[in-house]
């Protein structure tokens, strides 16, 4: 479309004069040095009274301006032919070379504004044919001859501000390329017929700059050689009504189609300023700052094609249905701050159907405006109005939306509604069901102050867009709140909700299926449930900073830590700043695998869990600044540190150790991220003190590599260790249990006796058992069970020979027996028949065959000196295997029986 165009060409040239032209202002930070980067040397600011010769000699661009040059011989340009820029600009130079362009014939923008060049002539300029911008702005110019007539290629002249009498810059047709010429802030008091006469066979001119030019008089045709001109600026140039009135009737047959006349003191706006231009296409015209308090009637009526009309920052009082008679094609109105109310002044008013000529426009701009009431029908007519901006505004009528505040917009095809800072307190039911084509409502920073159940936004069928931010925290949720915005994809309520506006069941997000962005923060709520995002699966940007979430995701929260992102999967952006966190589950952020933008920062988070990050694979930027963290491990940041494109980390209490910050100072050092800010000063160490507040650059990683052997060794030591200690545990508690089941496997296999046939054939009884009386009970419960086909043994009082002196029958039986069997207790060695005859006879008898015949059984803990004292006998006398001991333990009675077996199988015969 032309008319957008149009507007855009014409609003950015103006633009960019206001930002780059003669009263712009540079700061520089001092430097020392020139820099050099991809053939451009920055060498200003430098105090240099001439070019440095020491920079590379191919360069493209130089920049030597605010320096103390007073001259730019070409000798000293020789170095660096290949120059296509150069910047002299704020010097104190007094002539331009004619052999500059010879020596730099690549040269294409010359910058010698703020200089002192007092005269220009032909040969300065001669060679210059490659030439397209030369600034000559705040010199002291005296023209000679036709300076520029070698000048081919120029687009772009600046001659401003070099008290210029006249607007005559040569007398022959030159300058055939030439698009902007800016003569602004020259004491030009008339335009003559010939004065553009150089500009006469160019047909480019674009735009011309008059800036602060107060003319007085006109010659007829004075703009007829630049016929071509389609941008006059003339901001500033207090010329008065009837020069303007002049200006617009020379334009007249000219292709100007953007007037510029800002800070033109026009009070006034008669029906005949703008006559002169009934013959003209200007599409774009710009009446701001100009202090404007009234319109007359039919004042635009004579440009039927202009589509754009600043009025901004004027003083207008009163807008009628004729203010905007004529402009059929306006397109754009632009009236912030047009309409205000002062201490002297009463408020402005706008008459019903003053907007009803606009059948064409499209934006409405009534931005800072402050007017007494809106009607039923003050937007009347306004049938292709697709934006309104009544932001910062003073209506009262906006303080209570109704379903009449806008119905005078019921026939516009409305799109955007910006109300921001309308002082709206409350919104009725159905007060926006007139707007069903719009899609983006701003309602920021106001006062409003109600819970909202839904019909609020009722007939926004097509909506996309809700900003409600900054609300001073006074708005509720209800679980209908957006049930009428079912297509709603961002939504902001930053610092707009009470802190308990979203403990709802259902979520009040619960209908936005299509929702990709949520801004929550600012609010400071501290409760959330894990239901909250169900169902936002196409959420992709969520701002949760400056809350109060510390509990939220804490390991001993009630129910455990509220895992709420769960749902959303495809989140992209994660801000999660100041909210009290010191910990993160380890299932909190799983599944995010499109996330590029994380930031925590300004928690209190330290340590993380190693598998905290190991979804977040597509992470780009990671911002972590000014937790608790001291230490950076592989195990927890490898992953999210694997893709980055920038990096803040800094301001974290960091560990210099080699087991906390050996990995991260190597990454550092050799990483492929973007951008670190911040590096060296803020990433710095709080411990140890030998590394106290030092960069962590400064880190020496070559003292942790004699750490390998050692940490070899710390394994290998800590592992025996540790088994040993398991190992000695494990016997003392245990050992009997695997001593009992070893037994049983060796014994299965290779039975329980190593004696030999012949050497069990001799005997009559596997055992002679010798006990006291008092322990008869325990033999016969615990001993004669174990002759069950397994063994077989001879008790004193069972077993006598009939007919034998029991005397007799005693020496027999012990000579009929393999093994004796002593049970030992307190009472066998007080017991006078077992210690004066029995076990004396046994003894002398038996162990002087073999030691191995004697297996002692101890149901008490005996000493071994009354052992030997009673029965002349000691442990260290015997097998191990050949002294057992009575369990406590009901469990270790089967291991006993399976070691008495044992010991009976044991064979008598001495191994040689």
């Given at each position: 479309m032309p008319a957008p165009h149009s507007f855009r060409t014409a609003a950015l040239i103006i633009t960019c004069y206001i930002l780059m032209g003669p009263g712009c202002s540079v700061s520089c930070q001092k430097k020392t040095s020139c820099s050099v980067q991809d053939g451009r040397a920055d060498c200003s600011h430098l105090s240099l009274s001439a070019v440095p010769q020491d920079l590379p000699r191919n360069l493209n661009s130089l920049d030597v301006s605010h320096n103390r040059l007073r001259g730019i011989p070409p000798e000293s340009l020789t170095r660096y032919p290949g120059l296509v820029h150069l910047d002299v600009s704020h010097n104190s130079i007094t002539k331009l070379h004619g052999g500059l362009c010879e020596t730099l014939n690549l040269l294409q923008t010359l910058d010698m504004g703020h200089n002192q060049v007092l005269t220009l002539q032909m040969d300065d300029l001669i060679h210059c044919t490659n030439l397209t911008h030369l600034i000559l702005a705040s010199n002291k110019l005296r023209l000679r001859g036709e300076p520029f007539s070698a000048l081919e290629s120029l687009k772009f002249l600046d001659v401003s501000?070099?008290?210029?009498?006249?607007?005559?810059?040569?007398?022959?047709?030159?300058?055939?390329?030439?698009?902007?010429?800016?003569?602004?802030?020259?004491?030009?008091?008339?335009?003559?017929?010939?004065?553009?006469?150089?500009?006469?066979?160019?047909?480019?001119?674009?735009?011309?700059?008059?800036?602060?030019?107060?003319?007085?008089?006109?010659?007829?045709?004075?703009?007829?050689?630049?016929?071509?001109?389609?941008?006059?600026?003339?901001?500033?140039?207090?010329?008065?009504?009837?020069?303007?009135?002049?200006?617009?009737?020379?334009?007249?047959?000219?292709?100007?189609?953007?007037?510029?006349?800002?800070?033109?003191?026009?009070?006034?706006?008669?029906?005949?300023?703008?006559?002169?231009?009934?013959?003209?296409?200007?599409?774009?015209?710009?009446?701001?700052?100009?202090?404007?308090?009234?319109?007359?009637?039919?004042?635009?009526?004579?440009?039927?094609?202009?589509?754009?009309?600043?009025?901004?920052?004027?003083?207008?009082?009163?807008?009628?249905?004729?203010?905007?008679?004529?402009?059929?094609?306006?397109?754009?109105?632009?009236?912030?701050?047009?309409?205000?109310?002062?201490?002297?002044?009463?408020?402005?008013?706008?008459?019903d159907f003053s907007f009803q000529p606009l059948s064409a426009l499209e934006s409405l701009i009534l931005q800072g405006t402050s007017v007494q009431n809106i009607t039923e029908h003050t937007f009347k007519g306004l049938t292709n109005l697709k934006e309104l901006d009544l932001s910062c505004s003073s209506y009262a009528s906006l303080n209570f939306i109704t379903n009449k505040t806008f119905a005078s917009l019921a026939g516009s095809p409305l799109r955007m509604l910006n109300l921001t800072k309308a002082a709206i307190r409350q919104i009725n039911p159905g007060s926006f069901s007139v707007f069903i084509d719009l899609t983006i409502l701003y309602l920021e920073s106001n006062f409003i102050r109600q819970t909202l159940y839904g019909k609020e936004f009722e007939g926004l069928g097509q909506l996309q867009e809700i900003h409600m931010s900054f609300n001073n925290q006074q708005i509720n949720l209800s679980s209908t709140s957006f049930v009428y915005v079912p297509d709603l994809r961002v939504l902001t309520l930053a610092k707009g909700l009470i802190a308990t506006a979203l403990d709802r069941e259902p979520s009040p997000f619960s209908p936005l299926t299509r929702l990709t962005v949520l801004d929550l923060s600012h609010n400071n709520i501290a409760n959330i449930k894990e239901s909250m995002l169900t169902g936002l699966v196409n959420l992709k940007v969520l701002k949760l900073q400056h809350n109060n979430l510390a509990r939220v995701w804490k390991s001993a929260n009630l129910g455990g830590p509220v895992l709420f992102l769960k749902d959303t999967l495809k989140l992209t952006t994660l801000l999660l700043d100041s909210n009290g966190l010191d910990e993160i589950p380890a299932d909190a952020l799983r599944g995010l695998k499109d996330l590029q933008v994380m930031s925590l920062a300004s928690n209190l988070l330290n340590p993380l869990k190693e598998s905290v990050f190991n979804d977040l694979q597509s992470l780009k930027v990671v911002i972590l600044p000014k937790n608790l963290i001291t230490t950076v491990r592989p195990e927890v940041f490898?992953?999210?540190?694997?893709?980055?494109?920038?990096?803040?980390?800094?301001?974290?209490?960091?560990?210099?150790?080699?087991?906390?910050?050996?990995?991260?100072?190597?990454?550092?050092?050799?990483?492929?991220?973007?951008?670190?800010?911040?590096?060296?000063?803020?990433?710095?160490?709080?411990?140890?003190?030998?590394?106290?507040?030092?960069?962590?650059?400064?880190?020496?990683?070559?003292?942790c590599k004699d750490m390998t052997p050692f940490q070899a060794l710390y394994i290998i030591s800590s592992t025996a260790v540790i088994t040993l200690i398991v190992t000695a545990l494990t016997v003392r508690f245990h050992g009997w249990r695997i001593k009992f089941y070893c037994n049983i496997v060796i014994n299965r296999t290779l039975g329980f006796s190593d004696a030999s046939a012949e050497e069990g054939r001799e005997y009559e009884y596997d055992a002679y058992i010798i006990h006291a009386a008092e322990d008869t009970a325990w033999v016969e419960k615990r001993m004669v069970p174990l002759e069950n086909g397994r063994c077989k043994f001879c008790f004193e009082d069972r077993d006598s020979v009939p007919g034998m002196s029991q005397l007799g029958s005693i020496v027999n039986n012990m000579r009929s027996s393999r093994k004796i069997l002593f049970v030992v207790t307190e009472s066998l060695l007080r017991d006078p028949w077992c210690r004066r005859f029995t076990a004396h006879q046994a003894l002398h008898q038996v162990i002087e065959a073999s030691r191995d015949s004697v297996v002692l059984v101890f149901l008490q803990d005996v000493h071994d000196y009354k052992l030997s004292r009673s029965l002349f006998l000691r442990r260290g006398m015997l097998r191990p295997c050949c002294v057992l001991h009575w369990p406590v333990h009901k469990e270790r009675v089967q291991a006993f029986h399976q070691k008495l077996l044992i010991a009976l199988g044991m064979t008598n015969r001495l191994q040689e």
């Open positions: 501000k070099n008290s210029l009498q006249s607007a005559k810059l040569g007398s022959q047709s030159q300058l055939p390329n030439l698009v902007n010429l800016s003569l602004a802030f020259n004491p030009i008091k008339s335009l003559k017929k010939d004065d553009f006469t150089l500009l006469s066979n160019s047909t480019s001119l674009q735009v011309l700059n008059l800036t602060s030019v107060s003319l007085k008089t006109l010659d007829r045709g004075c703009f007829q050689p630049i016929s071509s001109l389609r941008t006059l600026i003339l901001d500033q140039s207090n010329t008065g009504t009837l020069v303007i009135a002049k200006v617009c009737s020379e334009l007249s047959g000219t292709a100007i189609s953007a007037l510029s006349l800002r800070y033109m003191k026009l009070v006034t706006l008669t029906n005949t300023t703008f006559s002169g231009l009934k013959k003209t296409n200007v599409t774009f015209l710009d009446l701001s700052h100009n202090a404007m308090g009234k319109i007359e009637k039919g004042s635009f009526q004579w440009l039927p094609r202009l589509e754009t009309l600043s009025l901004m920052d004027n003083n207008i009082k009163h807008v009628t249905k004729d203010t905007f008679q004529g402009l059929k094609s306006l397109k754009w109105l632009l009236l912030t701050r047009a309409l205000v109310k002062s201490r002297s002044s009463s408020t402005p008013i706008i008459d490898k992953v999210p540190l694997s893709n980055l494109s920038l990096l803040i980390m800094g301001k974290n209490p960091f560990d210099c150790t080699c087991e906390s910050m050996l990995w991260f100072a190597s990454w550092l050092n050799t990483t492929n991220v973007t951008y670190v800010p911040g590096l060296r000063e803020q990433y710095t160490c709080n411990t140890p003190l030998t590394y106290f507040n030092r960069s962590v650059l400064d880190f020496d990683a070559l003292s």
